[in-house]
């Protein structure tokens, strides 16, 4: 990966969305962003925040936080720290 954030950002890559419920086939026009994903890379965080996510985080983010980007035909979000809402414990 050749993308590091700075500060308090962090690179996500979205978990797919859902491609059936209960048999029915939703297409892509109706699916919802996903509102979970996994931490690819983290900033250093800033003197006035830690970061306290860590790479291979599983975590849960707002319907509209970060900045989509795509790289190497892979979609990822670059959100900062304070826009992730919980750490998935699995």
């Known amino acids: 990966m050749n993308i590091k954030p700075l500060a308090d950002r962090v690179l996500v ?13 939703i297409p892509d026009t109706v699916k919802e962003k996903p509102l979970r994903g996994k931490v690819i890379a983290v900033g250093k965080g800033t003197k006035d925040e830690e970061m306290v996510l ?18 190497d035909g892979e979609k990822y979000l670059i959100m ?6 919980a750490v998935i414990n699995s």
Do not use: C, H, M
């Open 54 to 71: 860590k790479e291979g985080d599983e975590v849960l983010y707002g319907k509209y936080s970060g900045t989509e980007l795509e790289l």
């Open 13 to 25: 890559a979205p978990a797919p969305a859902e491609q059936k419920v209960g048999g029915i086939i």
């Open 80 to 85: 900062r720290q304070s826009d992730v809402l």
